[in-house]
Protein backbone atom coordinates (compact mmCIF):
# COMPACT_ATOMS: atom_id res chain seq x y z
CA UNK A 1 0.00 0.00 0.00
CA UNK A 2 0.90 3.69 -0.73
CA UNK A 3 0.20 5.76 1.63
CA UNK A 4 1.75 9.72 2.36
CA UNK A 5 2.09 10.32 6.29
CA UNK A 6 0.61 13.58 6.54
CA UNK A 7 2.20 14.63 3.88
CA UNK A 8 5.13 16.11 5.85
CA UNK A 9 3.79 18.22 8.33
CA UNK A 10 6.04 21.16 7.91
CA UNK A 11 4.60 21.91 4.51
CA UNK A 12 1.23 22.77 5.71
CA UNK A 13 2.31 25.96 6.77
CA UNK A 14 1.22 30.10 6.80
CA UNK A 15 3.38 32.18 5.39
CA UNK A 16 3.45 35.19 7.75
CA UNK A 17 -0.45 37.07 7.85
CA UNK A 18 -1.26 34.95 4.58
CA UNK A 19 -4.76 33.88 4.74
CA UNK A 20 -6.90 30.60 6.37
CA UNK A 21 -8.20 28.77 3.76
CA UNK A 22 -10.71 26.12 4.07
CA UNK A 23 -12.07 23.14 1.62
CA UNK A 24 -14.98 21.81 0.74
CA UNK A 25 -16.28 19.14 -2.11
CA UNK A 26 -14.99 16.39 -3.94
CA UNK A 27 -12.56 14.74 -5.72
CA UNK A 28 -11.47 17.53 -7.77
CA UNK A 29 -10.20 19.50 -4.34
CA UNK A 30 -9.87 16.25 -2.25
CA UNK A 31 -6.24 16.31 -0.77
CA UNK A 32 -6.41 12.83 1.12
CA UNK A 33 -9.44 12.78 3.19
CA UNK A 34 -10.78 9.35 1.55
CA UNK A 35 -8.27 7.21 3.10
CA UNK A 36 -6.16 4.34 2.07
CA UNK A 37 -6.89 0.90 2.08
CA UNK A 38 -4.86 -2.45 1.63
CA UNK A 39 -5.97 -3.21 -1.35
CA UNK A 40 -6.57 -1.02 -4.16
CA UNK A 41 -10.13 -0.06 -5.56
CA UNK A 42 -11.58 2.09 -7.29
CA UNK A 43 -12.70 4.07 -4.63
CA UNK A 44 -8.71 3.88 -3.61
CA UNK A 45 -6.73 4.14 -6.46
CA UNK A 46 -5.68 7.83 -5.44
CA UNK A 47 -3.04 6.25 -2.61
CA UNK A 48 -1.64 4.02 -5.51
CA UNK A 49 0.85 4.37 -8.49
CA UNK A 50 0.20 6.06 -11.21
CA UNK A 51 -1.24 8.84 -9.47
CA UNK A 52 1.03 11.20 -7.80
CA UNK A 53 3.67 9.55 -10.35
CA UNK A 54 4.28 13.36 -11.38
CA UNK A 55 4.44 15.30 -8.24
CA UNK A 56 7.97 15.75 -7.71
CA UNK A 57 6.52 18.19 -4.22
CA UNK A 58 5.94 15.11 -2.62
CA UNK A 59 8.73 12.54 -3.61
CA UNK A 60 6.63 11.47 -6.77
CA UNK A 61 4.12 9.21 -5.08
CA UNK A 62 0.60 8.93 -4.37
CA UNK A 63 -0.87 11.36 -1.27
CA UNK A 64 -5.14 10.90 -1.71
CA UNK A 65 -5.21 13.18 -5.18
CA UNK A 66 -7.11 13.05 -7.86
CA UNK A 67 -4.62 13.67 -10.51
CA UNK A 68 -1.17 12.73 -11.19
CA UNK A 69 0.33 15.56 -9.46
CA UNK A 70 -1.37 18.82 -7.52
CA UNK A 71 -5.32 19.57 -7.45
CA UNK A 72 -7.02 22.59 -7.60
CA UNK A 73 -7.14 23.08 -4.44
CA UNK A 74 -3.41 23.29 -4.01
CA UNK A 75 -2.69 25.70 -6.50
CA UNK A 76 -5.36 28.11 -4.62
CA UNK A 77 -3.46 27.63 -1.69
CA UNK A 78 -0.02 28.69 -3.08
CA UNK A 79 -2.24 31.98 -4.13
CA UNK A 80 -2.84 32.45 -0.54
CA UNK A 81 1.19 32.09 0.11
CA UNK A 82 0.64 28.76 0.86
CA UNK A 83 2.58 25.57 -0.26
CA UNK A 84 0.00 23.43 -0.58
CA UNK A 85 -3.67 22.57 0.38
CA UNK A 86 -4.59 22.70 3.75
CA UNK A 87 -4.18 19.05 5.31
CA UNK A 88 -7.26 16.95 5.31
CA UNK A 89 -9.79 16.80 8.37
CA UNK A 90 -8.96 12.95 8.53
CA UNK A 91 -5.87 13.77 9.81
CA UNK A 92 -6.86 17.13 12.05
CA UNK A 93 -4.96 16.33 15.57
CA UNK A 94 -7.42 16.47 18.55
CA UNK A 95 -8.39 20.33 19.64
CA UNK A 96 -6.36 21.54 17.02
CA UNK A 97 -5.95 23.09 13.45
CA UNK A 98 -2.99 23.29 11.21
CA UNK A 99 -2.39 27.50 10.86
CA UNK A 100 -3.20 26.81 7.19
CA UNK A 101 -6.57 25.92 7.44
CA UNK A 102 -8.35 22.78 6.71
CA UNK A 103 -9.62 20.72 3.74
CA UNK A 104 -13.10 18.80 4.61
CA UNK A 105 -13.40 17.38 0.67
CA UNK A 106 -13.90 13.91 0.15
CA UNK A 107 -13.92 11.73 -3.64
CA UNK A 108 -17.30 10.61 -3.64
CA UNK A 109 -19.06 13.25 -2.26
CA UNK A 110 -22.11 15.38 -3.77
CA UNK A 111 -24.04 18.75 -2.61
CA UNK A 112 -27.73 17.19 -2.74
CA UNK A 113 -27.98 13.90 -0.71
CA UNK A 114 -29.47 14.92 2.14
CA UNK A 115 -26.87 11.84 4.33
CA UNK A 116 -24.06 10.90 2.48
CA UNK A 117 -21.34 8.13 3.66
CA UNK A 118 -19.07 9.87 1.69
CA UNK A 119 -19.08 13.13 3.40
CA UNK A 120 -21.71 15.16 1.52
CA UNK A 121 -21.27 18.92 1.10
CA UNK A 122 -23.48 19.82 4.28
CA UNK A 123 -21.46 17.12 6.71
CA UNK A 124 -18.19 18.73 5.43
CA UNK A 125 -19.90 22.35 6.92
CA UNK A 126 -20.94 20.32 9.69
CA UNK A 127 -17.96 18.97 10.67
CA UNK A 128 -16.16 23.00 9.81
CA UNK A 129 -19.25 24.20 12.19
CA UNK A 130 -18.37 22.47 15.32
CA UNK A 131 -14.53 23.07 15.03
CA UNK A 132 -15.75 26.83 15.10
CA UNK A 133 -18.19 25.97 17.76
CA UNK A 134 -15.67 24.39 19.86
CA UNK A 135 -13.14 27.78 19.02
CA UNK A 136 -10.97 24.91 18.09
CA UNK A 137 -11.33 27.55 14.72
CA UNK A 138 -11.24 30.92 16.80
CA UNK A 139 -12.50 33.90 15.30
CA UNK A 140 -9.53 35.70 14.43
CA UNK A 141 -8.59 32.38 12.38
CA UNK A 142 -12.17 32.94 10.28
CA UNK A 143 -10.74 37.18 9.88
CA UNK A 144 -9.39 37.27 5.82
CA UNK A 145 -10.27 33.55 5.12
CA UNK A 146 -10.97 31.98 2.15
CA UNK A 147 -13.22 29.10 1.87
CA UNK A 148 -13.37 27.04 -1.64
CA UNK A 149 -16.11 25.15 -2.59
CA UNK A 150 -15.16 22.42 -5.30
CA UNK A 151 -17.98 19.82 -7.01
CA UNK A 152 -16.88 17.71 -10.30
CA UNK A 153 -21.20 17.41 -10.47
CA UNK A 154 -20.70 13.99 -11.74
CA UNK A 155 -22.17 12.57 -8.39
CA UNK A 156 -25.37 14.58 -8.11
CA UNK A 157 -26.69 14.03 -11.42
CA UNK A 158 -25.36 10.42 -12.05
CA UNK A 159 -29.21 9.32 -11.65
CA UNK A 160 -30.39 11.87 -14.32
CA UNK A 161 -30.12 11.16 -18.22
CA UNK A 162 -28.56 13.18 -20.44
CA UNK A 163 -31.14 12.96 -22.69
CA UNK A 164 -34.13 13.94 -20.02
CA UNK A 165 -36.57 16.61 -20.82
CA UNK A 166 -35.08 19.73 -19.56
CA UNK A 167 -37.36 20.40 -16.74
CA UNK A 168 -36.44 17.20 -15.08
CA UNK A 169 -32.80 17.96 -15.46
CA UNK A 170 -33.69 21.77 -14.29
CA UNK A 171 -35.46 20.27 -11.21
CA UNK A 172 -32.30 18.59 -10.09
CA UNK A 173 -30.04 21.93 -11.37
CA UNK A 174 -31.99 24.15 -9.17
CA UNK A 175 -32.15 21.43 -5.61
CA UNK A 176 -28.39 21.18 -6.25
CA UNK A 177 -27.84 24.99 -6.91
CA UNK A 178 -29.76 25.79 -4.23
CA UNK A 179 -27.99 24.22 -1.61
CA UNK A 180 -24.70 25.49 -2.83
CA UNK A 181 -25.98 28.82 -2.14
CA UNK A 182 -26.82 27.61 1.00
CA UNK A 183 -23.97 26.60 1.81
CA UNK A 184 -22.46 29.62 0.92
CA UNK A 185 -24.80 31.32 3.43
CA UNK A 186 -23.98 28.99 6.13
CA UNK A 187 -20.00 29.50 5.68
CA UNK A 188 -20.57 33.36 5.43
CA UNK A 189 -22.71 33.29 9.07
CA UNK A 190 -19.62 31.33 10.56
CA UNK A 191 -17.47 34.01 9.84
CA UNK A 192 -15.75 33.07 6.22
CA UNK A 193 -15.19 35.81 4.66
CA UNK A 194 -13.94 35.03 0.73
CA UNK A 195 -16.04 32.42 -0.75
CA UNK A 196 -15.26 30.91 -4.38
CA UNK A 197 -17.46 28.59 -5.63
CA UNK A 198 -16.54 26.34 -8.97
CA UNK A 199 -19.02 25.90 -12.16
CA UNK A 200 -19.81 22.19 -13.26
CA UNK A 201 -16.94 21.41 -15.71
CA UNK A 202 -18.23 20.82 -18.89
CA UNK A 203 -19.15 17.38 -18.00
CA UNK A 204 -19.79 16.30 -21.97
CA UNK A 205 -16.25 16.59 -22.72
CA UNK A 206 -14.71 14.51 -19.87
CA UNK A 207 -12.91 11.61 -21.39
CA UNK A 208 -15.34 9.07 -19.36
CA UNK A 209 -18.28 10.51 -22.40
CA UNK A 210 -15.64 11.15 -25.04
CA UNK A 211 -14.19 7.81 -25.09
CA UNK A 212 -17.54 6.62 -26.94
CA UNK A 213 -17.23 9.34 -29.66
CA UNK A 214 -13.52 7.62 -30.11
CA UNK A 215 -11.90 10.73 -27.60
CA UNK A 216 -12.77 13.31 -30.55
CA UNK A 217 -15.52 15.13 -29.97
CA UNK A 218 -17.87 16.42 -26.72
CA UNK A 219 -21.27 14.99 -25.89
CA UNK A 220 -23.19 18.05 -26.49
CA UNK A 221 -26.36 16.55 -24.47
CA UNK A 222 -24.15 16.31 -21.53
CA UNK A 223 -22.76 20.05 -21.67
CA UNK A 224 -26.32 20.95 -22.03
CA UNK A 225 -26.49 19.66 -18.52
CA UNK A 226 -23.68 21.76 -16.79
CA UNK A 227 -25.04 24.74 -18.83
CA UNK A 228 -27.93 24.59 -16.91
CA UNK A 229 -26.44 24.04 -13.33
CA UNK A 230 -23.99 26.59 -14.31
CA UNK A 231 -26.66 29.05 -15.31
CA UNK A 232 -29.37 28.35 -12.27
CA UNK A 233 -25.61 28.59 -9.93
CA UNK A 234 -24.16 32.05 -11.09
CA UNK A 235 -27.66 33.48 -10.75
CA UNK A 236 -28.08 32.71 -7.04
CA UNK A 237 -24.79 33.41 -6.34
CA UNK A 238 -25.09 37.03 -8.11
CA UNK A 239 -27.53 37.61 -5.63
CA UNK A 240 -25.17 37.11 -2.40
CA UNK A 241 -21.57 39.09 -1.58
CA UNK A 242 -17.89 38.28 -1.07
CA UNK A 243 -18.65 35.24 -3.17
CA UNK A 244 -16.75 34.28 -6.83
CA UNK A 245 -18.06 31.91 -9.55
CA UNK A 246 -15.45 30.37 -10.85
CA UNK A 247 -16.01 29.12 -14.61
CA UNK A 248 -14.23 26.14 -15.09
CA UNK A 249 -16.86 25.28 -17.89
CA UNK A 250 -15.79 27.51 -20.25
CA UNK A 251 -12.15 27.29 -18.80
CA UNK A 252 -11.64 23.36 -19.72
CA UNK A 253 -13.58 23.83 -22.87
CA UNK A 254 -10.59 26.44 -24.13
CA UNK A 255 -7.59 24.67 -22.35
CA UNK A 256 -8.54 21.68 -24.12
CA UNK A 257 -8.86 22.56 -27.47
CA UNK A 258 -5.70 25.52 -26.59
CA UNK A 259 -2.04 24.39 -28.90
CA UNK A 260 -0.67 23.93 -24.93
CA UNK A 261 -3.14 20.82 -24.65
CA UNK A 262 -3.56 19.69 -28.44
CA UNK A 263 -1.63 16.35 -28.12
CA UNK A 264 -4.11 15.44 -25.66
CA UNK A 265 -7.14 16.75 -26.42
CA UNK A 266 -10.07 14.76 -25.28
CA UNK A 267 -7.73 11.23 -24.27
CA UNK A 268 -6.84 10.81 -20.77
CA UNK A 269 -3.16 10.47 -19.83
CA UNK A 270 -3.77 7.35 -18.02
CA UNK A 271 -6.32 5.27 -20.11
CA UNK A 272 -8.32 2.19 -18.71
CA UNK A 273 -7.86 -0.75 -21.44
CA UNK A 274 -11.45 -2.02 -20.19
CA UNK A 275 -14.38 0.63 -21.13
CA UNK A 276 -16.52 1.77 -19.82
CA UNK A 277 -15.88 0.15 -16.50
CA UNK A 278 -11.65 -0.13 -15.97
CA UNK A 279 -9.96 2.75 -14.17
CA UNK A 280 -6.76 4.11 -14.44
CA UNK A 281 -4.10 2.09 -11.59
CA UNK A 282 -6.58 -0.82 -12.41
CA UNK A 283 -4.98 -4.41 -12.45
CA UNK A 284 -5.70 -8.00 -12.64
CA UNK A 285 -5.23 -11.08 -10.47
CA UNK A 286 -1.96 -11.43 -11.76
CA UNK A 287 -0.99 -7.57 -11.03
CA UNK A 288 -0.82 -6.89 -14.67
CA UNK A 289 -2.05 -3.18 -15.31
CA UNK A 290 -5.13 -2.97 -17.35
CA UNK A 291 -4.25 0.59 -18.04
CA UNK A 292 -1.42 2.66 -19.90
CA UNK A 293 0.06 6.17 -19.41
CA UNK A 294 1.21 8.43 -21.62
CA UNK A 295 4.84 9.18 -21.78
CA UNK A 296 4.35 13.26 -21.27
CA UNK A 297 1.35 14.54 -18.83
CA UNK A 298 2.17 17.67 -19.34
CA UNK A 299 0.56 17.63 -23.22
CA UNK A 300 -2.59 16.41 -21.76
CA UNK A 301 -5.29 18.61 -20.14
CA UNK A 302 -7.17 14.97 -18.59
CA UNK A 303 -4.94 12.52 -16.30
CA UNK A 304 -8.13 10.06 -15.92
CA UNK A 305 -11.08 9.79 -17.26
CA UNK A 306 -12.63 12.92 -15.24
CA UNK A 307 -9.91 14.36 -13.45
CA UNK A 308 -7.41 17.23 -15.00
CA UNK A 309 -3.43 16.52 -14.77
CA UNK A 310 -1.75 18.68 -12.64
CA UNK A 311 -0.95 20.46 -15.99
CA UNK A 312 -4.34 20.66 -16.56
CA UNK A 313 -5.08 22.29 -13.30
CA UNK A 314 -2.35 24.98 -13.31
CA UNK A 315 -3.22 26.07 -16.80
CA UNK A 316 -7.11 26.11 -15.58
CA UNK A 317 -5.80 28.09 -12.35
CA UNK A 318 -3.86 30.50 -14.51
CA UNK A 319 -6.82 31.72 -16.25
CA UNK A 320 -8.59 32.38 -13.07
CA UNK A 321 -5.43 33.91 -11.24
CA UNK A 322 -6.00 37.38 -12.23
CA UNK A 323 -10.02 37.25 -11.31
CA UNK A 324 -9.17 35.09 -7.75
CA UNK A 325 -6.26 37.67 -6.84
CA UNK A 326 -8.90 40.97 -7.66
CA UNK A 327 -11.53 39.39 -5.16
CA UNK A 328 -9.14 38.55 -2.60
CA UNK A 329 -7.32 41.91 -3.05
CA UNK A 330 -3.97 40.00 -3.30
CA UNK A 331 -1.69 42.03 -4.98
Not at 141 to 153: E, K, T
Not at 220 to 245: G, I, P, Y
Amino acid sequence: MVESRAVDEQRHRRRNDDSMMFVFGDSFVDAGNRPPTTDKTVRSRQWFYPYGSSDSAHGNRATGRLSNGLVQSDILARMLGQDESPPSYRLRKPNQVDPSGVNFAMAGSDVAAASSAQGGLANQIDQFRRLVNLEIIKEEDLQDSVALIGFSGGHDYATVSVAAPSDEIMAVANQVTDMIADAVKRLQDLGVSKVLVNSMPPIGCLPYRTWQQNYAQCDTQANRMSSMHNDALRNKLDQLEDVLFLDLDSTFSDLIQSAEFKQGGYMPCCDATQKPDGYCGQEDNNGKAQYSVCPNPDDFFFWDYVHPTQAGWEAAMDRLRQPILDFLAIN
